[in-house]
C-alpha cells in the first residue's frame, strides 16, 4: 500500500509524543504529502490564527512513492500556514530526508504548540524523542547539520533544520535537510523557529509495502527509460541542470531584470550554466533518493569555497535582478543563504526591490549605517544584506526580513514589490508569458513557478509548444497544469519527471505502489481537490480572489525590448476562463456545490 | 548581407563555437541558415535539433530574433539580417 500507515504527533508545548494510524480514507482522495497534510492541516487549525504563533501546526508529510524505488522518490513536503503569504504553505524539498523519514516508519510528523526552549526531534526508528537543542541554537545549517548527525550516532542518519533566519523568524526562512536540498518557500523555517525547534533527524531501514513488487518493479523501470529518452531529462537537466535556462529565458525575453524593469540582461551568458561549465567551476553532478535525472550541480570556486547550486532561479535573483554576473559572488550568496537558511528567491528579489527603492528616493542613504549602499550592480551589497537580514542586525534589514511586500508597503511605494499573494516572483516576466503570468496570479502560494509550471508547453515545447504571447486555451493548460502537479508533489516525486512522464504514466506508479485502482481522471480528480481545499483554506484565512492578481508593472509598463517589446500582460482577458473552467463563481468564489463534489465539505 | 548563429548548451561545446557570421546576397530559410552553418562548422546541427520525421525535438529551440520558428514558419522562415539562437534539448526549472 506504500504508506508506512503510521504517523507522529508531537506536542511540543507539554513534550508529549503520539503515533497515531495515517487516515488512509483521507489518502485515497488526497493522496498523501501536500494534499493530505495540507487536509489535516484545514481539519485542525483555525485558517485565521497567527502563523508565527503556537496555534498553527507545522507538519513533514512524505508521499506514497518516497521511499520506493520510482523515480525521484524521496521528496517531503513542509505543510503549515506560512507568514510570507498568510495562506497555506507547502514546501517541497528532494535529497533523502523524505525516504528517510519512512525508513523510520512514519509518513508525517505532525508539530503541535511551541517548545518552551530550543529543542530537536529524533526521529530513529525505535526510539522518538524530543531532545535539547541550546548548543544549536545560532548555528548555521552545515555545523547544525554534523553536529546531529554526529549526535545520533549513525552516520547516514538524515538532518532537517533551520538556520539563524529561521530562528530569528524571518518571513522567508526556509528549512534546509542534507545541507543544500531546501524546502524554500513561504517561511516554513520562520515557523519551525516559532516553535523552537531546530531540527529533526531522521533514520531507519524500514522498506515501504508495496502490494506487488514485481508488477512495480517493471513499470519503474519503463518510466525510467522514458525520463532517460526524453532531451529535458534525459539531456538538458543532467548536463546542465536548471541553470542551463539563463540564455534560453534571456533569448526569448523574459528574463527580468533591475527588479523588473528590464525583460532582458545583456551580459547573460557571463553567469549562465554554460559559464559555469566553461569556468571551470562545475565539478559534477549529483542528485536526489532514487533520481535518474541527477540535475543538482556541486561547484567549486576559484577561493576555494565550496557547495550547491546554483539553480536557475538563484542564480538569476543573486546576479541579473540586481544588475550584475559575477559568477563568484552569486555562487558564495547561494552558499551563505543555505547556510543561514533563507529563501533565495524571496530574499533576492527584495534586496531588488529595496535598490530600486533607494534609486527612487524611498530609502535614506544613512540607513545603511556603514554598509554598502543597495545600488543596482553592487555586488559587495547582495552577501552584506543577505546576512543582515537573516540576523535582523540593522532597523532597515530587520523591516526587509518581512518580505517585500510587508517592506514597500509601510514605506508607501507597494509597486516595487515583484509579488503575488505576498510571495516574491521566480525569473520568468509575466509580460513574456501569458500562461505562466496567470499561474503566479492565481497561484495557492502565489509567486511561485513549480505549482504549474507552464514554461514547459509556453517555452519549452514539452509535451507540445504553444505560442507564449496567446490567450487563448491557456486557462485549460493551467487547470490540467495544476491538478496534475498537485497529484505529482503529493505523490512524493520530482516535478521534473513531468517533462518525460504523462498523468497516465502517474497514475500507473500510483495505483501500482497503493494498490488503489483509479482511472487517471480519478488521480487528476483528486488533484482538482487538493487545489480546492488549499484555496479554500486560504479563502477562510482572508485571502480571497482580490489577490489573483499581479504587480501594477506588469499592465502599465509595456516590455521594454526583445522579442516580446510592447507587450504587457493580459490578465483580465484570461481570469474570467479560468474561474469558469474550475467551476468557481464569476467573482472567483468556490461554490457550495463545488465543494460538496469533491467532497472538501 | 550578414547575419548570426548563436549557439548555446550542449551543441556549443559541440562545434566548439559560440557562434558563426554568415555572409549572403539574397534571403534564405532557416532550413538553409542551418545547413550552411552546419558547413561553416563542419558539425552536424540538424540532427540534435530535429527527429528523424522533421519535428523539433521536446526542449530543442531556433529563435529568431527571440521569437520561435515554431510559431513563425518552422524551417522555411525567412530571415536576412536577423539573429538565430539555436538551442539544443535542454531545459528545467
Ligand atoms: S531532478 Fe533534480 S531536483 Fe528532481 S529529484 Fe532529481 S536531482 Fe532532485
Known amino acids: 500500500m506504500a504508506y508506512m500507515g503510521k504517523m507522529l504527533r508531537v506536542n511540543l508545548t507539554d513534550g508529549s509524543i503520539k503515533t497515531e494510524d495515517t487516515p488512509l480514507d483521507l489518502a485515497k482522495k488526497y493522496v498523501g504529502g501536500r494534499g493530505l497534510a495540507g487536509r489535516i492541516l484545514m481539519n485542525e487549525i483555525d485558517p485565521k490564527v497567527d502563523a508565527l504563533s503556537p496555534e498553527n501546526k507545522l507538519i513533514f508529510a512524505s508521499g506514497p512513492l518516497s521511499n520506493t524505488n520510482a523515480p525521484t522518490g524521496g521528496r517531503y513536503m513542509v505543510i503549515t500556514k506560512g507568514p510570507l503569504t498568510g495562506g497555506i504553505a507547502s514546501s517541497n524539498s528532494g535529497g533523502q530526508w523524505g525516504a528517510f523519514l519512512k525508513k523510520a516508519g512514519y509518513d508525517m510528523i505532525i508539530l503541535e504548540g511551541k517548545s518552551p526552549k530550543p529543542v530537536y526531534l529524533s526521529v530513529m526508528e525505535d526510539k522518538v524523542e524530543i ?305 505562466m503570468g496567470m499561474s503566479y496570479a492565481v497561484g495557492n502560494r502565489g509567486g511561485d513557478h513549480v505549482r504549474s509550471y507552464l514554461i514547459a508547453p509556453e517555452i519549452l515545447g514539452a509535451p507540445e509548444k504553444l505560442d507564449p504571447q496567446a490567450t487563448e486555451g491557456k486557462m485549460q493548460w493551467l487547470f490540467i497544469f495544476q491538478n496534475l502537479t498537485s497529484v505529482i508533489d503529493s505523490s512524493g516525486l520530482c516535478l521534473f519527471t513531468s517533462f518525460a512522464l504523462s498523468a497516465d504514466d502517474y497514475a500507473d506508479m500510483l495505483n501500482a505502489a497503493t494498490g488503489f485502482d483509479y482511472s487517471t481522471e480519478e488521480w487528476l480528480r483528486c488533484g482538482e481537490r487538493i487545489w480546492n481545499q488549499e484555496r479554500y483554506f486560504n479563502y477562510q484565512a482572508g485571502i480571497g480572489p482580490e489577490t489573483d492578481t499581479l504587480p501594477k508593472r506588469f499592465f502599465d509598463e509595456p516590455a521594454k525590448r526583445g522579442p516580446n517589446k510592447g507587450q504587457v500582460h493580459r490578465l483580465p482577458e484570461m481570469l474570467p476562463e479560468y474561474y469558469q473552467i474550475r467551476g468557481w463563481t464569476a467573482e472567483g468564489i468556490i461554490p457550495d456545490e463545488k465543494l460538496k463534489e469533491l467532497e472538501i465539505v | 548581407m550578414g547575419m548570426t548563429v548563436k549557439f548555446f548548451a550542449t551543441l556549443r561545446a559541440a562545434l566548439g563555437v559560440g557562434s558563426v557570421e554568415l555572409e549572403h546576397d539574397t534571403p534564405m530559410t532557416v532550413r538553409e541558415v542551418l545547413e550552411r552553418a552546419e558547413q561553416e562548422t563542419g558539425k552536424p546541427i540538424m540532427q540534435e535539433l530535429f527527429e528523424d520525421d522533421g519535428s523539433m525535438r521536446i526542449g530543442a529551440m531556433v529563435l529568431v530574433d527571440g521569437k520561435n520558428i515554431s510559431h513563425l514558419n518552422g524551417l522555411d522562415t525567412t530571415v536576412q539580417s536577423e539573429t538565430l539562437s539555436v538551442f539544443p534539448p535542454a531545459g528545467g526549472g
Not at chain 1, 531522521?202 to 517493471?218: L, M, N, R, V
Open chain 1, 131 to 435: 531532545r535539547d537543542a541550546a548548543h544549536l541554537w545560532g548555528k548555521r545549517v552545515p555545523e547544525t547539520t554534523d553536529t546531529l548527525i554526529a549526535e545520533s550516532g549513525e552516520k547516514n542518519a538524515k538532518v532537517a533544520c533551520i538556520g539563524p533566519a529561521g530562528e530569528k523568524l524571518v518571513y522567508f526562512a526556509s528549512i534546509m535537510n542534507e545541507k543544500h536540498r531546501a524546502a524554500g518557500r513561504t517561511g516554513v523555517g520562520a515557523v519551525m523557529g516559532s516553535k523552537n525547534l531546530k531540527a529533526i533527524v531522521t533514520f531507519g531501514k524500514q522498506k515501504s509495502p508495496i502490494p506487488d513488487e514485481d508488477k512495480f518493479k517493471a513499470l519503474v523501470k519503463d518510466k525510467i527509460t522514458t525520463i532517460r529518452g526524453n532531451g529535458i531529462t534525459g539531456e538538458g537537466l543532467p548536463k546542465f541542470g536548471t541553470k542551463v535556462l539563463d540564455n534560453i529565458i534571456n533569448e526569448n525575453g523574459l528574463y527580468p531584470s533591475y527588479n523588473f524593469q528590464d525583460v532582458q540582461y545583456d551580459n547573460t551568458y557571463n553567469m549562465s550554466g554554460e559559464a559555469l561549465v566553461e569556468k571551470g567551476y562545475l565539478t559534477k553532478n549529483s542528485g536526489c533518493y532514487m533520481c535518474p535525472i541527477a540535475c543538482a550541480r556541486n561547484v567549486e570556486l576559484p577561493n576555494g569555497r565550496k557547495g550547491e547550486g546554483p539553480e536557475y532561479e538563484t542564480g538569476w535573483c543573486f546576479g541579473p535582478l540586481l544588475g550584475f554576473d559575477d559568477l563568484n559572488v552569486i555562487c558564495d550568496a547561494n552558499f551563505l543563504a543555505n547556510d543561514l537558511g533563507l529563501d533565495t528567491i524571496s530574499a533576492g528579489v527584495t534586496i531588488s526591490c529595496a535598490m530600486e527603492m533607494y534609486e527612487k528616493g524611498f530609502i535614506k542613504k544613512e540607513e545603511f549605517e556603514h554598509g554598502p549602499e543597495l545600488k543596482f550592480g553592487n555586488t559587495e551589497a547582495l552577501m552584506y544584506w543577505l546576512k543582515k537580514m537573516a540576523y535582523r542586525e540593522n532597523d532597515l534589514a530587520d523591516r526587509m526580513a518581512y518580505g517585500s511586500l510587508r517592506f514597500a508597503t509601510e514605506r508607501g511605494c507597494p509597486e516595487f514589490s515583484m509579488t503575488a499573494k505576498g510571495q516574491e516572483l521566480p525569473a520568468y516576466d509575466p509580460r513574456g508569458v501569458q500562461g
